[in-house]
Structure formats: C-alpha cells, structure tokens
C-alpha cells in the first residue's frame, strides 16, 4: 500500500526556514519523480517543486527559485524541501505526489499518489 507521510510545516516568521520531509513507503521509490505541491488558503493548488527519478534535473516555480532546494534519498525513500527566506506568501498546505516517470510534470493530474500534507505558515 502506497503511503506518502509529509512531516515539517510549522509556523515560522518571515525570513525563517523549514525543512518538510515526504517519508514514502509501498513502491519502489528509485522509480518515482516526485513532486511537491502547496495550496494557499483561498486559492488553487500550484506546483512548487520537483525532483526526476535520478535525483537531476530539478525544478522550481519561479516564485522560490534562489530560496527553496529540494532533494530526495533514496536508501530512507524520503524527499526534502528546505525552504529558506520564506514569505508570508508562502503560507499554504504542502504535499508531496509521485509520478512513474524519470521525468517531472507541471500537471497534478500526471501524479499518481499524495500525502495528507503539511500545513506551512509564515507570520510575524
């Protein structure tokens, strides 16, 4: 059975940092792109990060280029997303998805499994 668990959203004050975890389990991990989505309150859901099945390339929306990494390790099946500098603007729910694919996609649809999230807010 797939799980995706994401762990690491907090309240934190502009300028601070979080490092989420998506802990993974039920597949073969070394097989999977994987993604990082978020949802603002109040708005749709928007692609912010992914990392291909072979660890590069990645990519970034360009709202947190320069300001988020993300990085997978495949001996634990976990993917990370440090998030530094961050902005009230960054405020959402964040998930991680998997797709069976080398390759990324800027489509949700392409995403075969999710986690329940991790609520991020970034407040003074």
């Known amino acids: 059975q797939v799980q995706l668990v994401e762990s690491g959203g907090a309240l934190v004050q502009p300028g601070g940092s979080l490092k989420l975890s998506c802990a993974t389990s039920?597949?073969?991990?070394?097989?999977?792109?994987i993604a990082w989505f978020r949802q603002p309150p109040g708005k749709e859901g928007e692609g912010v990060s992914c990392?291909?099945?072979?660890?590069?390339?990645?990519y970034y929306v360009d709202s947190v280029k320069g300001r988020f990494t993300i990085s997978r390790d495949n001996a634990k099946n976990t993917v990370y997303l440090k998030m530094n500098s961050l902005k009230p603007e960054d405020t959402a729910v964040y998930y991680c998805?998997?797709?069976?694919?080398?390759?990324?996609?800027?489509?949700?649809?392409?995403?075969?499994?999710w986690g329940q999230g991790t609520q991020v807010t970034v407040s003074s």
């Open positions: 039920g597949f073969t991990f070394n097989n999977y792109a």
């Open positions: 998805a998997t797709r069976l694919s080398y390759w990324c996609s800027g489509s949700q649809l392409q995403y075969d499994s």
């Open positions: 990392i291909s099945r072979g660890g590069s390339p990645t």
